[in-house]
């Protein structure tokens, strides 16, 4: 009975793929899991919208949406019949085609992230032998979509939107990588479903998540700070800058196409969260020994919702950095850091069992945090401005 | 250390999530259709008129001298003068509006027309709820809908009511000792002349009363 429960959604498939004549079946699969992935995650959206309109009034001691439905529950149908009924105007001076096409491409690559993230015990979609390498190329494809929407517009809100992003997301694609490379050396494997499997036994009542480890919790730190990054979430937000730069690379996007940019965002949010929880905090797998009974995807999408509360939780707390602030953070903190910790994996891995490794790892990590902490992070103490000429 | 700001801030906003669960007073927002904050006593939206006793009509204040309609910055009233006259609160008989009405689309609040009327027969609502489906009509308002009582406004604006009321008992008993003074002088006269002619007779303070509501030059 549990295991049919947890087996509910693939057992589902089979049995409808079960009607079908056998030469269909396989294609037919695939277009029902797809269609599946592509309802499931916008009424996530609609769930994460609400979640975060609600959530950031409670720290900012205001209500929140309560007015539509009951507790306001119904505001996201009411946001969505809003934007699709408004009118959908592009700039006279707009490249119209790839204007069309940004939040299309934005939209589409987004979701492809989700045809190799295993969901629960049996439930991905294509079990790719390199899905990682595969999801950080559909990842990277966004900052095409957001560098399309920015130039077709012909704003300079739009245009500085998009350089921004580019250079955000480009320096903070390194990291992300290399802290999901560190995974890589220790599982031996691209596989998302492998790296699951790795993490899914248990010492004692607990699992044997990466995150455990000195060098897994170093990665999931960087992972976490990287993807607030990639998903353009404050306190990375520049690229939208609603302050200073109205909205962006949005800014001339009106209507359903304005939705699909919104939605594309809150969808990669799910992606990469989703990639999080596979990487480094087990996946599908139970947080202890004896929850192992409740279906492995319940786990999944409790983790990854765990993970939308705590980038809202952030977004409610955190300024926006500035471009100096943003830069200087990647490429002398994050990016040294990750570098670190690629060497304490493989220290890890050749130094064997034992509680050494675990004192030179976590030494290492720490001692590296703190010491850039306080060099490369310092906070720099600006006299009064003086100037030479224009006094 | 790096990173320690972030988690204060973290915790504060924790703090501040869950006790907006737990202590009402951290919310501040009063839901407006079915909450409402007080209106302030200084508060104006659009004139209303001002009217004594219980007939609004019979007991306008207005004398519809169109100084008001005048001095509208965005010529949003529009008066019409009656034939006939009725008495007003000395009980003096005055013109009074056949037509008064502010198109509330185009006043733009600015208590002018408060300013310059002498009879205190014009005043701010606080009334702000006036939408309406139907932008022309529904946004004309009529005499009828303009009026509204003297204890409205006491209600509305206690301080301004009060000092108003006070101006005009004093006009209004001004006004009655001079025509006190005027019937008196009248009957004083009358009694001299009639003294002159058939011996004097003391004036009766009685018969000062019937003039009382006499105009004044």
């Given at each position: 009975m549990i295991d049919r429960l947890d087996q509910i959604f693939v057992l589902l498939l089979h049995w409808i793929l079960g009607y079908l004549p056998g030469g269909w079946q396989a294609a037919a699969g695939v277009?029902?899991?797809?269609?599946?992935?592509?309802?499931?995650?916008?009424?996530?959206?609609?769930?994460?919208?609400?979640?975060?309109?609600?959530?950031?009034?409670?720290?900012?001691?205001?209500?929140?949406?309560?007015?539509?439905?009951?507790?306001?529950?119904?505001?996201?149908?009411?946001?969505?019949?809003?934007?699709?009924?408004?009118?959908?105007?592009?700039?006279?001076?707009?490249?119209?085609?790839?204007?069309?096409?940004?939040?299309?491409?934005?939209?589409?690559?987004?979701?492809?992230?989700?045809?190799?993230?295993?969901?629960?015990?049996?439930?991905?979609?294509?079990?790719?032998?390199?899905?990682?390498?595969?999801?950080?190329?559909?990842?990277?494809?966004?900052?095409?979509?957001?560098?399309?929407?920015?130039?077709?517009?012909?704003?300079?809100?739009?245009?500085?939107?998009?350089?921004?992003?580019?250079?955000?997301?480009?320096?903070?694609?390194?990291?992300?990588?290399?802290?999901?490379?560190?995974?890589?050396?220790?599982?031996?494997?691209?596989?998302?479903?492998?790296?699951?499997?790795?993490?899914?036994?248990?010492?004692?009542?607990?699992?044997?998540?990466?995150?455990?480890?000195?060098?897994?919790?170093?990665?999931?730190?960087?992972?976490?700070?990287?993807?607030?990054?990639?998903?353009?979430?404050?306190?990375?937000?520049?690229?939208?800058?609603?302050?200073?730069?109205?909205?962006?690379?949005?800014?001339?996007?009106?209507?359903?196409?304005?939705?699909?940019?919104?939605?594309?965002?809150?969808?990669?949010?799910?992606?990469?969260?989703?990639?999080?929880?596979?990487?480094?905090?087990?996946?599908?797998?139970?947080?202890?020994?004896?929850?192992?009974?409740?279906?492995?995807?319940?786990?999944?999408?409790?983790?990854?919702?765990?993970?939308?509360?705590?980038?809202?939780?952030?977004?409610?707390?955190?300024?926006?950095?500035?471009?100096?602030?943003?830069?200087?953070?990647?490429?002398?903190?994050?990016?040294?850091?990750?570098?670190?910790?690629?060497?304490?994996?493989?220290?890890?891995?050749?130094?064997?069992?034992?509680?050494?490794?675990?004192?030179?790892?976590?030494?290492?990590?720490?001692?590296?945090?703190?010491?850039?902490?306080?060099?490369?992070?310092?906070?720099?103490?600006f006299g009064p401005r003086t100037y030479r000429y224009a006094e | 250390m790096l990173g320690e700001g972030i988690l204060k801030g973290l915790a504060e906003t924790a703090r501040n999530f869950a006790g907006s669960y737990v202590s009402k007073d951290r919310l501040t927002t009063v839901q407006y259709p079915e909450e409402r904050a007080p209106v302030f006593e200084a508060a104006r939206v659009f004139p209303f008129l001002v009217y004594d006793g219980p007939d609004w009509e019979a007991g306008l204040r207005c004398v519809a001298c169109q100084i008001c309609e005048k001095e509208c910055p965005p010529k949003c009233i529009y008066i019409e003068k009656s034939k006939d006259k009725k008495p007003d609160y000395v009980g003096k008989p005055q013109i009074y509006p056949a037509k008064f009405d502010i198109d509330i689309s185009v006043c733009m609040s600015c208590q002018i027309c408060v300013e310059v009327c002498p009879f205190e027969a014009i005043k701010m609502d606080t009334e702000f709820e006036l939408s309406t489906d139907d932008r022309f009509g529904g946004l004309l308002q009529d005499r009828k809908q303009l009026a509204k009582s003297n204890e409205y406004y006491h209600k509305i604006h206690p301080t301004e009511a009060s000092e108003v009321d006070a101006r005009l008992a004093e006009e209004k008993a001004k006004a009655e000792a001079k025509a006190k003074a005027a019937a008196d002088a009248a009957s004083a006269k009358a009694a001299a002349s009639s003294a002159a002619a058939a011996g004097a007779t003391p004036a009766n303070p009685a018969a000062a009363k019937p003039n009382e509501g006499e105009p004044k030059a």
């Open positions: 277009v029902l899991s797809a269609a599946c992935i592509v309802c499931l995650y916008p009424a996530l959206f609609a769930l994460a919208v609400l979640m975060e309109r609600k959530g950031l009034g409670r720290m900012q001691n205001r209500y929140g949406p309560n007015r539509v439905g009951p507790f306001g529950i119904l505001q996201p149908v009411a946001d969505g019949i809003k934007s699709l009924t408004k009118e959908d105007i592009v700039p006279l001076n707009a490249d119209a085609v790839v204007h069309f096409m940004a939040p299309v491409v934005l939209v589409v690559a987004v979701f492809m992230m989700f045809a190799v993230m295993p969901m629960g015990r049996n439930m991905v979609l294509v079990n790719l032998d390199a899905s990682l390498l595969f999801f950080f190329a559909m990842g990277a494809t966004t900052e095409l979509s957001v560098f399309m929407a920015g130039w077709s517009s012909r704003n300079k809100y739009s245009l500085l939107g998009a350089m921004r992003a580019v250079a955000q997301t480009i320096s903070y694609e390194v990291p992300l990588l290399l802290s999901g490379v560190v995974i890589v050396m220790m599982t031996g494997s691209l596989s998302l479903v492998q790296i699951v499997e790795a993490q899914k036994h248990f010492t004692g009542i607990f699992p044997q998540w990466f995150v455990f480890t000195p060098w897994g919790l170093a990665g999931f730190v960087i992972f976490a700070i990287a993807s607030t990054a990639e998903t353009n979430r404050s306190p990375f937000d520049l690229p939208e800058g609603e302050s200073e730069l109205v909205a962006g690379y949005f800014t001339e996007y009106s209507g359903f196409k304005f939705a699909l940019f919104f939605l594309g965002e809150y969808v990669e949010m799910f992606a990469v969260a989703g990639l999080g929880t596979t990487l480094f905090l087990g996946g599908w797998s139970a947080p202890f020994s004896f929850l192992s009974w409740v279906p492995s995807w319940i786990w999944f999408f409790g983790k990854v919702e765990i993970w939308i509360c705590v980038f809202i939780w952030l977004r409610g707390t955190l300024p926006r950095l500035r471009q100096d602030q943003l830069m200087n953070f990647a490429w002398k903190f994050v990016l040294p850091m990750c570098l670190l910790n690629l060497f304490v994996a493989a220290l890890w891995r050749f130094m064997g069992e034992g509680w050494l490794r675990w004192v030179v790892c976590s030494a290492l990590l720490a001692l590296a945090y703190v010491v850039m902490g306080n060099v490369e992070m310092r906070r720099k103490h | -």
